[in-house]
């Protein structure tokens, strides 16, 4: 039992290295697969779950010790009919083994539903626990996790621990009890025997063993070869209009036959060596069962033992060889499981990089005057994006931002809605540290849209009112109207009530971002930032847009970044900048009397010169 527990957990950490050997881009300590699955274990057996398991334990306990005592009243029973004995004794026995049998029944009917709602519920927490915990996390965290990793963690990741709790741990427990049972009856009857029945759990080791040896490494191929396949599809699909626009869809579809064509190869080989245990641990078990009868039979002919005991033990041979080919089969999503485990718990165990001052104070709202002193800042390390930002924006002021690709726009922003932290210099926003200033307070003073309008697949109301808790749908009508975009909703197949698709990608970019101005209205923050908002539309529409935005700004202190000048001119003054500086700062008017940068860029679009054409200054496009 302690050697085949042994070489279980030394397989066990074998072949589970060599699978996270294939996600290489998780950090791999090698030795922490015990801590991985004590805490995998912990969802599932601590806290509020404790008494469940408790109780799911007991009753497995007492369920796998009736049927463990089973063979030994139908040997009684076959003694009693050897020895021509008693009608009566005969009945007590076979009473008792119906006895066994039906508590073994009850008892697991019970401990099952304890144990499948303790795995379901102890995934469904350990994935709360996840998602609960990516919400906390700061948005440079997503920046060196890409999406797609996130996601693989959520779905993927989550499936193979829910398989792992399902079937791996309910299974397992089952199968360790089942053989402590069934040996410590045997040895109780007579051990001589025991040692003999035994001899099919070593037997089995080695034949399950080597058909891991064989299978593990086909499965492991034909889950890479699967998650290929299926990145493949879903890359095809989101590029549909990309294949389709260059009618590659032979190169698609022959690519996909190729990669399916692999897939079914190597998943033949890998299913046919599993499919082989079967038929295996069928015969070696006759084997055990032949041994016992065969030996016991000489120690019956010898005189030493009861027929009855040798036909027990032979049921023993069954009740040994089921536990330890079940728990070599459940090997492999054993250790799925624990690197699934492990690549969850790096992302649970990921602090967030910017988290509230703990002397934190709300933000209060003075107007909206916002001073920036020497600001530096970096994404990464030792690659400065900002240098030396020092400005002041007196409240109500509406301030434009311009500037050449990479010059920092964006990230001007970041810093400001702090969704990262500056590495040296102040911001003061009315007066307070941005730094000591609760991130809730913050974001709900300052509204921001953004270019990629971002809608959920949800109503174009539940949109809307995603914006403040408590909104109600008056309000948001009424700010649909404000925005301009009440009519074309109106227009929609349900109106208020027709559900986006993803992302919205069912409306036009101008109509999304009509609501996602409404949006704005709704949450009517303090503070306003725009973000490229009127990009890529009609002029029309932009106009509309132009007017919403118009409404939304008034009297606020804002900030809009644009490339097209025109949208920017009217504001209080227009910041430029170049390469992570501030080049010049002023009004419209000032800057262009002043023929510098500003200057150069506004003549370029207007009239179609590049900069540094001839009526305007030299200057270089400097990107951060
Ligand atoms: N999350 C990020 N991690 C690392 N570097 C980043 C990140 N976001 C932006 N950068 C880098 O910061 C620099 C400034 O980018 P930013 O988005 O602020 O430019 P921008 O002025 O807004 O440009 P655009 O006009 O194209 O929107 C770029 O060099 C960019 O590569
Ligand atoms: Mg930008």
Same mark, same amino acid.
């Given at each position: 039992?302690?050697?085949?527990?042994?070489?279980?957990?030394?397989? +066990?950490?074998?072949?589970?290295? #060599?699978?996270?050997?294939?996600?290489?881009?998780?950090?791999?300590?090698?030795?922490?697969?015990?801590?991985?699955?004590?805490?995998?274990?912990?969802? /599932?057996?601590?806290?509020?779950?404790?008494?469940?398991?408790?109780?799911? /334990?007991?009753?497995?306990?007492?369920?796998?010790?009736?049927?463990?005592?089973?063979?030994?009243?139908?040997?009684?029973?076959?003694?009693?009919?050897?020895?021509?004995?008693?009608?009566?004794?005969?009945?007590?026995?076979?009473?008792?083994?119906?006895?066994?049998?039906?508590?073994?029944?009850?008892?697991?009917?019970?401990?099952?539903?304890?144990?499948?709602?303790?795995?379901? $519920?102890?995934?469904?927490?350990?994935?709360?626990?996840?998602?609960?915990? /990516?919400?906390?996390?700061?948005?440079?965290?997503?920046?060196?996790?890409?999406?797609? =990793?996130?996601?693989? $963690?959520?779905?993927?990741?989550?499936?193979?621990?829910?398989?792992?709790? =399902?079937?791996?741990?309910?299974?397992?427990?089952?199968?360790?009890?089942?053989?402590?049972?069934?040996?410590?009856?045997?040895?109780? &009857?007579? +051990?001589?025997?025991?040692?003999?029945?035994?001899?099919?759990?070593?037997?089995?080791?080695?034949? /399950?063993?080597?058909?891991?040896?064989?299978?593990?490494?086909?499965?492991?191929?034909?889950?890479?070869?699967?998650?290929?396949?299926?990145?493949?599809?879903?890359?095809?699909?989101?590029?549909?209009?990309?294949?389709?626009?260059?009618?590659?869809?032979? +190169?698609?579809?022959? #690519?996909?036959?190729?990669?399916?064509?692999?897939?079914?190869?190597?998943?033949?080989?890998?299913?046919?060596?599993?499919?082989?245990?079967?038929?295996?641990?069928?015969?070696?078990?006759?084997?055990?069962?032949?041994?016992?009868?065969?030996?016991?039979?000489?120690?019956?002919?010898?005189?030493?033992?009861?027929?009855?005991?040798?036909?027990?033990?032979?049921?023993?041979?069954?009740?040994?060889?089921?536990?330890?080919?079940?728990?070599?089969?459940?090997?492999?999503?054993?250790?799925?499981?624990?690197?699934?485990? $492990?690549?969850?718990?790096?992302?649970?165990?990921?602090?967030?990089?910017?988290?509230?001052?703990?002397?934190?104070?709300?933000?209060?709202?003075?107007?909206?005057?916002?001073?920036? !002193?020497?600001?530096?800042?970096?994404?990464?390390?030792?690659?400065?994006?900002?240098?030396?930002?020092?400005?002041?924006?007196?409240?109500?002021?509406?301030?434009?931002?311009?500037?050449?690709?990479?010059?920092?726009?964006?990230?001007?922003?970041?810093?400001?809605?702090?969704?990262?932290?500056?590495?040296?210099?102040?911001?003061?926003?009315?007066?307070?540290?941005?730094?000591?200033?609760?991130?809730?307070?913050?974001?709900?003073?300052?509204?921001?849209?953004?270019?990629?309008?971002?809608?959920?697949?949800?109503?174009?109301?539940?949109?809307? #009112?995603?914006?403040? !808790?408590?909104?109600?749908?008056?309000?948001?009508?009424?700010?649909?109207?404000?925005?301009?975009?009440?009519?074309?909703?109106?227009?929609?197949?349900?109106?208020?009530?027709?559900?986006?698709?993803?992302?919205?990608?069912?409306?036009?970019?101008?109509?999304?971002?009509?609501?996602?101005?409404? $949006?704005?209205?709704?949450?009517?923050?303090?503070?306003?930032?725009?973000?490229?908002?009127?990009?890529?539309?009609?002029?029309?529409?932009? !106009?509309?847009?132009?007017?919403?935005?118009?409404?939304?700004?008034?009297?606020?202190?804002?900030?809009?970044?644009?490339?097209?000048?025109?949208?920017?001119?009217?504001?209080?003054?227009?910041?430029?900048?170049?390469?992570?500086? &501030?080049?010049?700062?002023?009004?419209?008017?000032?800057?262009?009397?002043?023929?510098?940068?500003?200057?150069?860029?506004?003549?370029?679009?207007?009239?179609?010169?590049?900069?540094?054409?001839?009526?305007?200054?030299?200057?270089?496009?400097?990107?951060?």
């Amino acid at each position: 039992m302690t050697a085949a527990t042994a070489t279980t957990t030394k397989q +066990w950490k074998k072949q589970e290295d #060599k699978v996270t050997e294939e996600h290489a881009q998780v950090i791999h300590k090698p030795d922490d697969t015990t801590q991985v699955l004590k805490r995998l274990l912990t969802y /599932m057996t601590a806290d509020e779950a404790k008494g469940k398991f408790t109780v799911a /334990m007991i009753l497995r306990v007492l369920a796998l010790f009736g049927l463990s005592i089973l063979p030994g009243f139908t040997g009684k029973a076959i003694d009693v009919i050897t020895v021509n004995g008693a009608e009566s004794e005969l009945q007590k026995w076979v009473f008792l083994a119906l006895a066994a049998g039906a508590l073994y029944l009850l008892l697991s009917l019970g401990a099952d539903r304890l144990f499948a709602d303790l795995a379901t $519920r102890a995934s469904y927490k350990l994935q709360k626990h996840l998602f609960s915990h /990516m919400q906390l996390l700061s948005l440079s965290f997503f920046d060196r996790h890409g999406r797609g =990793e996130l996601m693989s $963690r959520l779905t993927n990741d989550s499936e193979v621990i829910a398989l792992f709790y =399902e079937s791996v741990v309910i299974q397992i427990i089952r199968a360790l009890v089942q053989i402590v049972l069934a040996f410590a009856v045997m040895l109780f &009857i007579d +051990w001589r025997l025991m040692i003999v029945a035994s001899l099919i759990v070593p037997a089995m080791l080695i034949v /399950m063993y080597i058909s891991n040896r064989i299978a593990g490494p086909a499965f492991a191929k034909l889950q890479q070869d699967l998650s290929d396949l299926s990145g493949f599809q879903e890359e095809s699909l989101s590029g549909m209009k990309v294949i389709i626009s260059n009618r590659r869809q032979d +190169w698609a579809d022959e #690519k996909h036959t190729h990669m399916a064509a692999t897939v079914f190869d190597v998943g033949s080989k890998a299913f046919f060596t599993s499919l082989l245990q079967y038929p295996l641990t069928q015969s070696f078990t006759y084997m055990g069962i032949v041994t016992v009868l065969v030996v016991g039979g000489l120690m019956v002919m010898s005189d030493n033992i009861a027929l009855g005991t040798v036909i027990a033990f032979s049921g023993y041979v069954g009740l040994l060889a089921k536990p330890v080919s079940t728990i070599s089969n459940l090997m492999g999503t054993a250790f799925n499981g624990i690197a699934g485990g $492990r690549r969850v718990f790096s992302i649970i165990d990921a602090e967030p990089e910017i988290v509230d001052d703990p002397d934190a104070t709300d933000y209060e709202f003075k107007g909206g005057h916002i001073v920036l !002193k020497d600001v530096d800042f970096s994404y990464i390390p030792g690659r400065k994006i900002l240098r030396h930002n020092t400005f002041e924006v007196q409240p109500g002021e509406s301030v434009g931002i311009c500037g050449p690709t990479g010059a920092g726009k964006s990230t001007l922003i970041n810093i400001l809605t702090r969704y990262y932290d500056i590495d040296s210099g102040t911001i003061l926003i009315d007066g307070q540290d941005l730094k000591k200033l609760t991130r809730d307070s913050l974001r709900t003073q300052i509204g921001v849209v953004l270019q990629e309008a971002f809608l959920f697949s949800d109503t174009v109301m539940n949109n809307l #009112k995603y914006a403040r !808790k408590g909104a109600t749908a008056e309000e948001c009508i009424a700010a649909a109207k404000k925005a301009n975009a009440h009519d074309f909703i109106m227009r929609l197949p349900q109106g208020y009530d027709t559900v986006l698709t993803e992302r919205g990608a069912s409306l036009s970019q101008g109509q999304r971002q009509m609501i996602t101005i409404a $949006r704005a209205m709704v949450a009517d923050p303090k503070l306003l930032i725009l973000d490229e908002a009127t990009s890529n539309v009609d002029t029309r529409t932009e !106009k509309l847009i132009q007017e919403a935005l118009g409404k939304l700004m008034e009297g606020k202190t804002s900030f809009s970044i644009a490339h097209r000048l025109a949208t920017i001119r009217g504001s209080s003054w227009i910041m430029v900048m170049n390469g992570g500086v &501030i080049v010049e700062m002023g009004p419209h008017d000032e800057l262009m009397a002043k023929k510098g940068f500003y200057y150069a860029l506004y003549m370029s679009q207007f009239k179609g010169k590049a900069p540094g054409g001839s009526e305007a200054a030299s200057v270089d496009f400097v990107s951060t």
